[in-house]
């Protein structure tokens, strides 16, 4: 695919996505799909996104959209809502309420939200979470270690309930794998635009995302050209340093990300 004069898409070896499937077994990939949605129902699916503007990891174009930021809601909080807010936390003992300035809360901060905190910040202040069904079928710790196996596994929930989706990940080809993500979108909403790290920090993250029907509608925003790149099929790789987000679709819809380090020989494949 030829891109645009004014592109600034950083890509993989010129293209904004690798199509990886022609190069994988994708044939039992549809009937996953099945195992997956009743597995959904076995389990607690978490909320994430939601702090992309705070993060600093929009786009200006998109961090003008009017969503509520957790983040942001958190600084504006007034002591007396701090306070239940805090309440509302997996442990709130553990935080000094005379110190407020020295934590940091959420994703990739030092204390995570407790699902309580997620449904508040949702329902008393409108905080708009992307992806309402987040699971971690193997937990990848902090985002920069979700390449790397040590200490990661599959969790029981997803040994227990999604039984070929983890064998379908063992099959490709990963030299080694640090985490393994479904992320859901509920019907009508959209995932923020932004990007997962500069893409000025080195080669592109190794990681395959799949989607069993192929209904998410990933794109990669080119900020240059002003426009949507539109992910190719069911199965692909794209360079997470460059913007993306998920089109809004009137029903839910899924992918699963594995993230790791794939083999020598698909990486002579996938690379020009
Ligand atoms: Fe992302």
């Not at 079928?137 to 990661?152: I, N």
Request: with cysteine; charged share 30%.
């Amino acid at each position: 695919m030829s891109r645009p004069a004014k592109s600034t898409l950083s890509g993989i070896d010129g293209r904004p996505f690798v199509d990886l499937e022609p190069l994988l077994d994708l044939g039992d990939l549809e009937s996953l799909d099945d195992e997956i949605c009743v597995g959904l129902t076995q389990v607690t699916p978490e909320y994430t996104g939601g702090c992309h503007r705070s993060m600093g990891i929009m786009p200006p174009v998109f961090a003008r959209e009017p969503w509520a930021d957790y983040g942001e809601v958190i600084a504006a909080m007034d002591d007396d809502a701090f306070v239940v807010f805090v309440s509302l936390s997996d442990d709130p003992g553990a935080i000094d309420l005379s110190n407020r300035e020295s934590y940091t809360f959420g994703e990739e901060r030092a204390v995570p939200l407790s699902r309580r905190q997620m449904k508040y910040l949702e329902y008393k202040y409108g905080v708009y979470f992307p992806w309402k069904v987040y699971l971690e079928l193997m937990p990848g710790g902090r985002w920069v270690d979700k390449a790397d196996p040590r200490g990661k596994a599959f969790t029981r929930d997803a040994m227990l309930y999604f039984p070929r989706t983890v064998a379908f990940v063992q099959s490709l080809p990963f030299e080694q794998i640090g985490s393994v993500k479904l992320l859901g979108l509920s019907s009508n909403d959209h995932g923020t635009v932004h990007r997962d790290r500069d893409p000025a920090e080195g080669e592109p993250d190794e990681f395959v995302t799949f989607c069993p029907t192929g209904e998410k509608r990933l794109f990669l925003w080119d900020d240059g050209a002003a426009e949507k790149v539109f992910a190719p099929s069911r199965a692909y790789w794209f360079n997470d340093g460059d913007y993306h987000g998920v089109e809004a679709a009137p029903a839910f819809r899924y992918s699963i990300r594995v993230d790791g380090r794939f083999t020598s020989d698909f990486r002579a494949k996938v690379r020009r």
